[in-house]
Each structure stands twice: as C-alpha cells, then as structure tokens.
C-alpha cells in the first residue's frame, strides 16, 4: 500500500513540477501590470533592479552608476529608487539572467548588464525588450562610434546599448625581459621577434615560461585567440554566419603558432588548464614573460600593491605581433546593457541607461579600468585617458578592431572551437584535422 | 589486546609501518599548518621545510583583514551543521527505535533500503534539489540546505540507533510498564538516558557532515552572505595576481579544523565504540 | 515486543518524519534526475520542458572531449586506486594496532582518524598545497634530494595518480574504524587456540582473523568502493577535471554538464549512469549480507 502511495505521490509532482510554468510566471506579469506606469507622474512608486558585474558596482572605486546618474535619475523622477543589486562574475551574471528568466529565482531586473558574446543568445531567448521605439528617438544615437552601433542589432531589431569596450594587446614582463638581455621596452613585433624573444628568455631566465596564452576549456581561451586569427585574414564564421570560416588556411597558420610555442618549449602544456586570469597573473609576478592578448594593457586586472607606476615600470603593452605577410587586428569585447523583456519599467529604464551610458559620465570609469570609450564624445576626452600609459596603443588597437558573431548559439560554438585548439597544443590530432573537425562540427551546429 | 606475542623483527615492522602511517596522517595538515603561520612573503619559490620566521598575520588577515571571508562563513557552517544535527538525531531515534522495537512486518527490508539509498552520490541530488526548491518557492532558503544535510545523514543515523535500541535490553521497558509507568515516563527515564551515547554520536556525525558539506551549499546557497566557509574559501583559488592565495587559503582550512578536530578529540572514544557497533553486523 | 499506543500503526508513524524529510529530500531528487534525463532541460529552461528521449544518453555516449571510455576508464580507475589504497592501509593498520596495548591503540586511532572528519574540499585544498610546484611539500622534498619540480596535478600522465593518492589518505580512516570494530569482536579464545599452537601472528591473521571478520570486511570495502565513485568534492578542488579531462570523473562530468555548461538533462543522464552503477553495488551488498548472515544463524 505504501510503495504505492509513495509512487502516486512522486508521479504527482514531478507532472505538476514539469507542468506548471504559467504558476511560476503568471505573478510576475499580473503583479508587474499592476505597478506599469501609464505616465511618468509625481506619485508614482517604482524601483529599477539593475544587476551590475561586480567591478562596476565595487565600493571605493568609480562606478558609472552612481553617484551622478542616479541622483540625476531620481531627482527627475520622485518616488522611482534605483536599486544596484549584488554585482556578480561574468558566469554568475549570465547564470542568474537565464535563471530569472526560467522563473526560478524571485528576483528580476529591470536592466541587466551583458557581455556582447550573450546577445544573441538573449535575443533568441526572448530575455530582452525590443528598444527599436527608444532608438527611434534618441538624439545621442548619432555619439556612438559607428563600429559598435549596428553591432547591437540583432534579427532586424535593436536590443541593447552598448556600455564599455575592450579590445586586445600583447603585454610582457620588463624585469623578465631585462634578465633575458631584451630592450624592456620594446615588445616582439612579429612572429619571428617573438620566437627569438622567447628562446632568449627560456635560455637566460630558468624558471619562467616565455609565452602564455589560455587554453583550458572555457571562453577566455578562443577570445585571446581571435586576433591572431583575424591578423591572418581568416574569420570565426562566413559572412551570413551559417558556416565557420576558421579551418582555411589563414586559421590554420593561427592556430600552428599556439602548437609551434608549445612544440619549441616556449610554452608549457600546463596552459591547457589556465585561463587568461592564470595567465595575467603569471605576467604580473614574473612567472611568464609574454602574454599573447590580454584585455587592455592589464592595468585593468591590477594585483595588490601594484599602482600605476609600478604598473608602468613592470608591464609592456603593444598590439599583438605580425605574421608576414598579415594584417594588425586585435578583438573588441565589452558589455552592453539591455532592458529585461519582463520588466514594467521599461520607459524608466531606458531613461536611466541613457544618463548612465552618456558619454561623458563613462569617461571616469572607462579611464580608471583602462576601457574603451563606445562614444565619440568619451574618445575626444584623450586628456582624461592619459592616466592609462598605454592608451595610444589601444586607441590604436580599437581602429583594427573585430567583433565576434553575435549568432544565438555563441557559447556551444566556442565550445566546439577550444575544444579542437585543445587537440591540437595537446598533440592529439594535426592543426589541420583538429581545425576540419571543429569546422564540421560547427557547421552540423548551425544548420537550421 | 596483549597477548599476541611477536618476534623482534615483527615489532621492529610493526613500528615502522605505524610510523610511516602516521607521518602520512600527520604531514599533510602540518605542511597546511607551517604555510598558514609564516608571512605570505616567505611563500614563494624556493620554500623552506622549517619556517623562518612565525605570524598569526594570515589567521587574522583571513578572519578580519580586508581579503579575509570573515567569521560569517564559520558562522553559517555552524548554523546549519547544529540545525542539521538536531533534526537528524530527533528523525533517527524516532526512526531507529521504530526499527529496533516493532515487529515490522517491513522493517529489515525498510532497513536495507534506507542504508541503500545513503550509498547513492550525493552529488547527483543537488540538480534536482535545486529544481525542487526552485519550484517550492524555498531556493536559497537555509530551511532547504539544513533540510538536505538531514536527509543524507538520517539513513545512517536510523541504522545506527536501531543499533542502539537494540542493545537496551527490552526487559527494562517491560519492567518499567509493570511498575505502572506509562510509556513517556518509561521513555524518558529508562530508554533516552541509556540511549544517549547513541544518540550523540548520530548527532556529531551529522553535525560533521553538515559542517564539511560543500557541493550542496555551492548550488543551493546563491547568497555570498549565507554562505558556509567551504563555499567562501573558493574566493582564494581564482585571486587576480596571485593564482592561488596559499597563506590565506591555508589559514582559512586552519581555523576550519579547530571546531570539527576539538569535536572530535572530546568524543573520539564514544565513535570509535560506534564504529566498532557497525563492525556487529549482526546485532 | 512492545505494544505501541496506536497499535499496528505506531512504528509507521514514529518513522513518518524521518521518511518524509528522506523522501522530499533524498529520493525525490533521485526520481527527478531520472525524468529530466529524457529532457532537454537547461539551466534558462526548467519548467515546461520538452521530451527528447534518449537523445541526452546519446550525446553523452558520443561526446568525444572528453570521450566517455575515458571518463568510464578514469572514474574505473580512481575507484579501484583509492579502494584497494584504503583497504590495504586501514586493514593493515588496524591488524597492527591490534597487538598493541588499548592505551596506545586509543591514542594512534585517534591520529590516524583525524582526516576521516575533514571536509573533503578542505582535503582537497590541503592535498592540492602539497602537490603545488612551487611551494608544496613533495616538491621541497623531493628538492632536498635534488629531483627537479614534478607538475604533479598538471601532467597529465600523473594526476590521477596524484589524485587516488590524497583520496586514499582521505579514506582510510574509515575502513580502520570499521575493521578495528570488528577485530575487537573477535573472540580472544581463537587468537590463544591458535597461538598455543604456535602459530605466527601472520598465519593466524590469515587463517583466523580475517575470516572472521569478513562480513565486516565486505561492508568497509563497499564503503570505501562507493565513496570512492562518488568523490566529488575533493577531485573538484584539486584539478576540476583537469588537465584536459584527464581526472574527469561520472561526478565531476555530471556537474561539468549540468552546472558550468549549464545542460540539466545531459548531466542528468549521466546521473542516471552513475546512479546506476551505485545502485548496483549497493544491491550486490545487500546480497552479500544476507548471504554472510545467514552462515552465522
């Protein structure tokens, strides 16, 4: 009698756990209609939920959300708070919007900050409100460098606003490069240079590893691989996105470099288990000489004790080398900011994002993280940038710019891709089997 | 027992095998130990065996200082290690003396299954609890965690007060009745007082359980601030500029093991007579 | 037996708590995984899912970084390397403890049982400390006799091996407390039969001891098998599956699938395999106690 009970009772809920979407999501819409502002009046009462990354939030430092934009906000809007929840990291982030969004936290944001490589993904899901009615107005429009801004349209529509960039550089280690017998201000700037640089350091610094690049199985790993790969005049995908584009010759000259440093001992194969954070860390302390591509010039990732004196005096920047025969690139990364689908507040979230997003109130911030100003408006204050020491290189870097395809189905992509790179720098298969198969895999991905 | 006689060279063995055992028992938590209390300057490459120079700096840094994950954490771990324990402990006598008294028609085969099921991963319930919390409305709640530590510890806990029960002798309940005592006073004055080191040790067990857990609270408990110490110390294996911060790291395990191994110390004799119950199979 | 004050129905009720919390919260969540594993469930879609049958079992089966021979190889072998690790230690210890004096026995078993209570992911960390090429112990030590660095938890030919090592340190303590239980049963009066015989203190342990104490025996093994199978916490805070999947683990796949790659109904179907295999043991031991059982009644 029991077992059976027992059994009646777990079909129950799992059928009614499996089956009760509109349970979960039917208070959010009710309770949401019932607080939507018909017009922004004196007597309304609202909160704006904004989930932040959690550098952009940290207390002692320069947020681009307050103190200004906030108060300005609230002040043109009695009654409506601003409510900058708990910051999180880029895999919390992205975990917690896709959470919300199944229902499963209580929880929802109004805005909601995003790497640029989730956008289309988001889209696909239906997490993000169409802003084709709020671009239709917007006067600042026109301040967004035009690289970045049809970047944020996605399937005919606008869905975010772009918030601040980053693009790629090579950094070493001076005082490594000073033991090795190298100009400490001079970085390799070809493949050739890097090679001679690197069998200079592996002979004269015992201990250290010349050349670190990321290569364990997660995003970091293909982000600081883009650029060499574009330098070769290869692509991630063709140009409708429907197939990859990083098996053809050019991508296979990129990716037999990583297995050329790892073959010739430059770099060690325990970088198949790091990512770009081990690997900035390494170059901070002395451990590795050169890093392939890091965000900015790593002033941005400063360790303790580090200020930017010492930052300068330890740490080269310059864009990544050259093949023979290829052209500069480096990648652009960055956050947008996007208003939730769900949300009730939409009218006063766009509002705040266009104060937050204002070019000028970035310009502080952008300059204390070492970023990358997305307005024209915020590039004409060079002044303000001079505190980075290495901001002509990256202006530099940003004119060579590429961005990766925002395509719904990014993360699997990417999977299929550092899986391969991993074949390769391991061993397993040839630069050229491994790129083949990653290739076909990706094309099976992106079929309709 | 003493009256196995052995040779010269069975003790000269015997030696050295319970030596070597204990260097591997004792050298891995003094290394963690000696890393913990010297100046995180010192912990680089070369390392010294022996350390050169002492400071409390890491103990303090990690409870108080500015990268510290504060008494929170321990707190916490504390909070539902002790919730969990109490729950355990009430659901396993109730548990174990149903098991041990009644004449269930069931009741070996219930045994059995119970024990079963605590060989399952426990890994593999964490996803499902989470939906299920989810979809209760009770995510992130320490009601759900504490609930879930119970759970794991509760089928050894009822296994091993059936133990327990067992060994009370049923003529005193009976006595008891025949002097007129009904069956709470019979409880209360005769079984539980006999019971009772039985019954502490479930409860340390399970307070250890919940005190160590760390793959539970990682999916269930989202909130920094509600978070056990084994969830927090993660913080040190992903610092920028560090890779791995050793001498907080090591100091953060450190005042981890205080709370379990003064636990431990106080009431090792009573689990090793337990542990010797399970060696009984068939009592 | 006692009478209960509800009659027939006085144990079930006295067992209702404890069933109900095991139940919401132990098997439940078992039966859950099973469902989901037919289901193509993410972490941005729990509820309203849509059925895929067998599809997750496929992928997983299929899947080729890392290939699922490995994983079934690796996890193969940290069982076994950690189980017959445990086995031979603890027994041998507790046979060792054994001749000497309760005092002394006491005091060593309190030592030797110190990382049976440690967290796990704390004995993860520490082991990780000692693996560490820069300022671990088993570099240092080997230093002192002038072998260079070894890359202990990131080459990729030694870091299971490392990893059985610190998961048998972690587990010994258990098998010693259940074998020395069992030991201290052992009717004296056979150990003496044998020793005015005699006989060495290795013959009798072979040709007495251990057979006595087999049930017990069995049970520490299955134990320490199982455990084993399931290590998570530990292996997740020493290599995380690395490097390139080579301590990939059925636990540390299942939560790689289901939490960083945020695919529930292929992490479940793993699960599903894992628990499968657990299950199993679990039903060959009690087997195996009945059977023991019944020789002694």
Request: with cysteine.
């Amino acid at each position: 009698m029991n077992k059976r009970l027992l059994a009646l009772l777990s079909v129950m809920v799992i059928v009614g756990g499996a089956c009760s979407p509109a349970a979960t999501q039917a208070p959010a819409a009710t309770g949401g209609a019932a607080s939507q502002p018909a017009a922004t009046t004196a007597q309304e009462s609202a909160t704006i939920t904004v989930w932040a990354r959690n550098y952009t939030v940290e207390e002692g430092r320069i947020q681009p959300w307050a103190p200004d934009p906030k108060s300005a906000f609230e002040a043109a809007h009695p009654g409506v708070t601003v409510n900058l929840a708990e910051g999180v990291g880029s895999t919390d982030q992205f975990n917690r919007i896709e959470l919300s969004r199944a229902g499963a936290v209580e929880d929802k944001p109004d805005i909601f900050q995003l790497d640029n490589i989730w956008l289309g993904q988001f889209v696909d899901e239906g997490i993000t409100a169409n802003l084709d009615s709020y671009y239709a107005n917007w006067a600042d429009k026109s301040d967004i460098v035009p690289a970045y801004a049809n970047s944020t349209i996605v399937k005919g529509s606008q869905n975010a606003v772009w918030f601040y960039s980053d693009i790629r550089l090579m950094v070493w280690n001076k005082d490594v490069f000073k033991a090795a017998g190298l100009d400490p201000e001079k970085g390799p700037a070809t493949w050739d240079e890097l090679f001679a640089d690197a069998a200079a350091i592996k002979a004269k610094v015992p201990g250290v590893s010349p050349v670190e690049f990321p290569a364990s199985s997660e995003e970091s790993t293909v982000d600081r691989f883009y650029s060499y790969l574009y330098m070769t005049g290869s692509n991630i995908l063709n140009a409708d996105n429907t197939k990859a584009a990083f098996n053809d010759a050019g991508g296979q000259k990129a990716l037999q470099l990583y297995v050329d440093l790892v073959k010739q001992g430059y770099t060690p194969k325990a970088v198949l288990g790091e990512t770009a954070d081990d690997n900035i860390a390494h170059v901070f302390s002395g451990k590795a000489g050169i890093m392939l591509a890091t965000v900015g010039d790593g002033l941005g990732s400063l360790p303790d004790g580090f200020d930017v004196t010492k930052f300068q005096s330890t740490i080269g920047a310059a864009l990544p080398p050259l093949c023979t025969g290829c052209q500069p690139a480096s990648t652009a990364g960055g956050w947008m900011l996007a208003i939730n689908a769900d949300s009730p507040n939409k009218d006063l979230a766009w509002d705040y994002i266009t104060r937050v997003t204002d070019g000028k109130n970035m310009v502080p911030f952008e300059v204390d993280r070492t970023r990358i100003p997305v307005r024209t408006s915020g590039l004409a204050e060079a002044d303000a940038f001079k505190a980075d020491p290495y901001f002509a290189q990256e202006a530099e870097a940003a004119k060579v710019a590429h961005f990766p395809p925002f395509i719904a189905k990014y993360t699997d992509m990417i999977e299929i891709l550092w899986t391969g790179m991993q074949k390769a720098i391991n061993g397993d298969l040839s630069t050229k089997d491994a790129l083949d198969e990653a290739a076909t895999k990706v094309d099976t991905l992106l079929a309709p | 027992m003493d009256l196995v006689r052995l040779s010269g060279l069975q003790r000269l063995v015997r030696a050295a095998a319970v030596g070597l055992a204990l260097a591997f028992a004792v050298l891995p938590l003094l290394w963690v130990v000696s890393i913990a209390i010297r100046p995180g300057t010192t912990a680089v490459y070369p390392i010294s065996i022996l350390p050169t120079s002492l400071t409390l700096d890491n103990i303090t840094g990690v409870l108080f200082g500015s990268n510290g994950i504060g008494l929170v954490p321990y707190r916490n771990a504390a909070f539902y290690g002790l919730s969990s324990a109490v729950i355990t402990a009430v659901a396993s006598t109730l548990g174990g003396y149903a098991l041990a008294r009644y004449n269930m028609r069931s009741g070996e085969a219930l045994l059995i299954v119970i024990l079963a099921l605590s060989f399952l991963p426990s890994a593999s319930r964490i996803v499902p609890l989470f939906i299920l919390t989810s979809a209760a409305g009770m995510y992130g709640t320490a009601q759900a965690v504490i609930l879930a530590y119970a759970a794991g510890s509760i089928p050894l806990g009822i296994w091993l007060m059936a133990g327990t029960f067992r060994q009370i002798p049923i003529r005193l309940e009976q006595a008891a009745r025949i002097d007129g005592a009904g069956t709470a006073l019979t409880m209360r004055r005769v079984v539980l007082p006999l019971a009772i080191p039985g019954i502490l040790v479930v409860a340390t067990l399970a307070f250890i359980d919940g005190w160590n857990s760390f793959s539970l609270p990682l999916i269930l408990i989202p909130k920094a601030a509600a978070q056990p110490y084994t969830v927090a110390l993660q913080r040190y294996i992903q610092e920028i500029g560090y890779g791995i911060n050793w001498p907080l790291l090591s100091a953060g395990s450190l005042v981890a093991l205080v709370p379990v191994l003064s636990v431990f110390a106080v009431l090792q004799r009573r689990l090793v007579r337990v542990g010797g119950l399970g060696g009984a199979i068939r009592g | 037996m006692v009478r209960g004050a509800f009659g027939r129905a006085t144990p079930w009720l006295l067992l209702a708590l404890p069933l109900l919390v095991m139940f919401l919260f132990l098997f439940l969540p078992y039966l859950l995984t099973f469902f989901y594993s037919t289901t193509g469930a993410t972490i941005g879609r729990l509820f309203n899912v849509p059925q895929v049958g067998l599809k997750n079992f496929q992928t997983v089966l299929s899947e080729d970084a890392p290939s699922f021979i490995s994983v079934i190889a690796i996890t193969a072998i940290f069982t076994m390397g950690t189980l017959l690790g445990s086995l031979a230690l603890g027994t041998g210890l507790a046979l060792a403890l054994h001749t000497v004096s309760a005092g002394v026995r006491s005091a060593l078993l309190a030592v030797y049982l110190i990382p049976w209570v440690i967290s796990a992911v704390i004995i993860g960390y520490t082991w990780r400390l000692i693996y560490d090429p820069a300022i671990g112990l088993a570099n240092s030590v080997l230093g002192m006799v002038g072998i260079g660095p070894v890359d202990w938890l990131t080459e990729q030919g030694i870091a299971l091996s490392a990893l059985v090592v610190a998961n048998v340190w972690a587990g010994y303590g258990i098998v010693l407390l259940v074998v020395s239980g069992a030991l201290a049963n052992v009717p004296p009066n056979i150990i003496l039969a044998g020793q005015v015989d005699g006989a060495s203190y290795a013959r009798i342990v072979r040709r007495v001891i251990l057979p006595a104490i087999r049930p017990t025996f069995l049970l520490a093994a299955l134990v320490a098998l199982v455990s084993g199978l399931n290590t998570f916490d530990l292996i997740y805070a020493m290599t995380r599956g690395g490097p390139l999947y080579h301590t990939e683990t059925m636990a540390l796949e299942m939560y790689r699938l289901t939490a960083t790659k945020g695919n529930i109904g292929q992490g479940a179907a793993v699960t599903v395999i894992l628990f499968t295999i657990s299950l199993a043991l679990a039903v060959g031991y009690v087997l195996i106690w009945r059977r023991e059982n019944r020789k002694w009644t």
